[in-house]
Each structure stands twice: as structure tokens, then as C-alpha cells.
């Protein structure tokens, strides 16, 4: 019996929510198909074409099936086969997409023996190792689907908090931000003036998400102490996002640690111009991208079939 | 024709929410009775023990009748008798009652002729005159009731986030902090681990009352940043809070800039065994102490009667 599912993208790091909210996408998508084998250990397979490492050791994926059969205590081993569309790099969770995916196809051809808890600290081990760090704020969306808030790691705290019908649109430049530089410009201290605008927007967002007051998500949009920093990473990212707001976006920022850049839209037809937008910039100063005009993903990690 | 207020106490800097969280109090109030006058210029009555100024220049409620007033354009004048019980200095937000009651009252003997946000901007120049600062995280849950964000002074934007049930304890130790004083103590500069550990908490708060989640709420009631430094100045503050914690409360911390401590607690029990505790813990130390076990206000400043 195999078991396929879809792990979404996802955007951490949302806006003013940095390192604790999180929200799932439904496009792009990676599409990954399990098998309980008799054979102990990790076989991987890829179905694309990014050259990941098969070592189930050396795999965001093979890493979390390999600690979930530890866990599961069982002398049996998993085959994963993996069609990956979220691009390593791009700032749309692509490791978490195959951690969380990975955690989720184990839990199913395992009979369902873990919690959601398990999942997300078992997914984490693949974060670790594609990132060096334990954050869950992409894990968390992948697997629930929706707007979370990851309260808190030690101990693990996650709150689900809406399913907001909003229209999703994505660029990825080609150009690449690796996280250990978005994480080295970040300064180690903020003034509190910041910190206090910043946790009246967060406090904004929330309440807005909760409530379903779009004006007030718009309005709290807002990252007055990582993006001014970040962004000197991202060619374009002020007049992109002008101009995105001009033509209706409610905001948007730095998807994760970039390069890609989001934007949230009440309506499908200011998603789709916004869409043109971030194209038309980046084509004007010659860098490659990709567009991705999306909704929230409201499931998270899901099955397609099972045969 | 006069007409009676209730104007209630609140908590401001609720634990991680500082300078933007507040909420409303049934206990202490001040009561004031309004009248319109022919004679144009404020008069002010103190039916009370605390020797205000009565010089509506010098007075927090007269200056905001004066602006109030002013803003209208009305040949007329205002006689105030204010019969105070929320004490100044208490950290209960008794300068917001006076200026919060002040623009509510004003406005019912004008005719109702302000918006929400009117009375906001009134009541903060009340605030100003107390405190130097036109802030308004207590003046919001005065006039609106129930638990308010704050999300932005510049432009005012307000957001009233929920009404819960919870039991509050209030103690109020007779020793004076001045606000100047608690300003001064908090760094300029905080860490960024320790900002995003509290807006983690933020989100949580918020989140917990919309949803009316008191576990989180209690989980989410942790401040990192100011009430480490602050309770410095607030004698026998972790003892009280452990104590107050351990017997049930969800948790709770310094109420405005102190130096009453407030507690949130689910039941009407564990609210009065908290305030035993307090009044325990401050009688040993032998400081005089006042002990408030109250609920949530839902409705802020309100007529008791007009005659």
C-alpha cells in the first residue's frame, strides 16, 4: 500500500509576526508518496530535478522518516518518493515541505500513532538539519494548513488561529539569500519604541486574522525592525511593494527569509494585477522569476490517493 | 439637568502587552455629576479627600472639559463634582478616569456630539496633563470597557478585542513609584530574542481572549521585558506573584507603571484566595495595602442616573 500526499508552501516569518506566524499556500506544492517496506531503513527517491541528496542521512525528508520509525519502535523501513515543486531556497518552506511531508506520510503508512505534537517536533529534526535551527514556523502551517502562531518552541506551544479567504500572490527572484546572511545582518538589539510598534501591529494582525477585519490586517501589515533590514537583500523589494499596495494589495513582505516576496489580496482580480506587477519589476532589471498567484491553504499536509 | 457617571479603574501594560494592551476594572470607580451652565468656563467641585487642583487649568477632568468645550464651539459652561475613589498613584489608571469620564460626561451634556474617537483624543489631553505623555491605554478600556488593543497613537487606532469572564484581584501597596521613575528604569534597547519571545506572547494574549482560551491566556501572560526590570521597584512582587499563581491564578503582573499588582483568575474562589495572599504578603512586610477582588468592566464609563 502507498500512501501520496501534497506539502504545501508555506510563509514564515509573515510580516510583523517574525519568527512566530506562519501561513500555508496552495501553490506550489510538492507531491511525495510513501511505502512501509519490510526492509529496515530509508529508501529516497527523487522525481525532479534538484538533485537533493538520496542519503536518507543527508535528506531533509529521510532524516524525520528515519527518527519516526525510531520512534514508531518498529523493524520495518519507508520508501519515499519525492516530487518536489517548491524550490530549495526560495523563501516558501521548501525543506519544511518535505520535514512536514515526511512526518505526515510516516505517521500514515505507520497507522497513525503520532500526535500533532510528535509531527511538528519530529519535522523539526529535518529543519535542523536543513537549516542548522529547530523554528517551526513553517512546519507548523504546512501541517495544519492556515494562519499559526508558534508561541512558543520550549516548550512547544501552537495556535491555530484563522483560515482567512485571502488571495496569495508570490514572486521568486532567482537570485539567492542564504539564511545565514538574513540571519547575520539582523541586530542582536532593537530600540523598545520599535519593539512596541511592532507588538501593537502583531497584536493587530492577530486580531484582525481572529476577527476577519481585513482592513485591520492591511493596516498591521507592518515590520518596522527585520524588513528594513532584510530587504537590502532583495533587488527591487520597495518598489515592488509600493507598488503592490497601490494597486490594492492589503500588504505583504519578505516570504521566510526571502528572496521571495508576498503579497495578501482581498480579490482574486487585485491578486492577479499585483501578480503582473512583481513580473513586470523584475523583468525590467533583467532577473529571472516566478509567480505564483494562490488562496490560504486551509488543510495542510494532505492525502491525494491512496491505492 | 445633571447627569451621574461611573468611571471605572484599569490596568495598563497588561503583563507582555506594554503601552498597548489595557482592560476595565468594576472596582475601584469614580463617580462624577455634570452640568451645563450658562456661565461659559468650567467649574470643579472635589467631593472627595485627594485635594485635586480645582483650577480647570491645573485639573486632568478640566482640561478636558475645556477642550471639550473649545471643540464644540458653544457658549456655555461645565460644573463638575468629582467624588474620586480610585487613588492617585495607585497605578489604576486614575488620571484616565477622570479624563475618560470627563470627554463621556462632556459629551452627554452637549448632546452626544463626539465620535469614539473624539472622546479618545479629548480624554488623552486630560492624560498629558497627568502624566506628560498622551497615552492611552488606559483611557481606551475606560470609555470602551472590556480588554482593548491600542495597535497605534499616530493616527489613534483603537481595536476592542473582548469582554471575558475573568475575576481580577487588585492589590494596591501604599508605597509610592513614580511614574517618571518607572519610565526612566527601562532600557532603550532590548534584545531581539527577548522581543520576539514577547510578542509571541502578545499574539498568545490576544489570541487566548478572542477566543476565549484561558489556558493560553495564562500561558500568554508573561512579560520578558519590562516587568523584570520593573519590579524592581514594587516590594515583595515575585513572592506575591508566585504565591498568587501557585493558589491558581492565570497569571497576571504589574498594573500600569505600579504599584498595584493585578491578578486574572478564572473563578471567584481563586480571585479571593489571591487577594488573601496579597494582603498577607504585604501585612508581614508591614506595608499598608488596599485589596480589590473585582471583575472584568464590559461597559467603561456609564449614566447611573440623569436627573
Known sequence: MSIKIKSPGTVANLVCGFDILGLAINEPYDIMEFELTDQPGVIIENRDDFNLPTDPEKNVAGVVLLAALEKAGVNKGIKVSIEKHIKPGSGLGSSA???AGAAVGANKV???IFSQDDLIQLAMIGEKLATGVKHADN???CIL???????SIHPLDIVPLANPDLFVTVVHPQIEVRTSDARQILRKQVFLKDAIKQWGNIAGLVAGFMSNDKALIGRS?????IEPVRSILIPAFDVVKTKCKEAGALGGGISGSGPS???????EDIARKVGVIMKEEYD???IENYVYVTTIN???????NSE
Open 145 to 151: 494548513g492556515g494562519v499559526t502562531l508558534i508561541r
Open 110 to 112: 505507520l497507522g497513525n
Open 261 to 267: 516576496v508576498f503579497m495578501l489580496s482581498e480579490t
Open 139 to 141: 512546519i507548523t502551517p
Open 221 to 225: 501589515l507592518e515590520d518596522v525592525i
Open 97 to 99: 515541505a518535505s520535514a
Open 284 to 286: 525590467k532589471i533583467g
Open 298 to 304: 486551509k488543510n495542510g499536509v494532505e492525502v491525494v
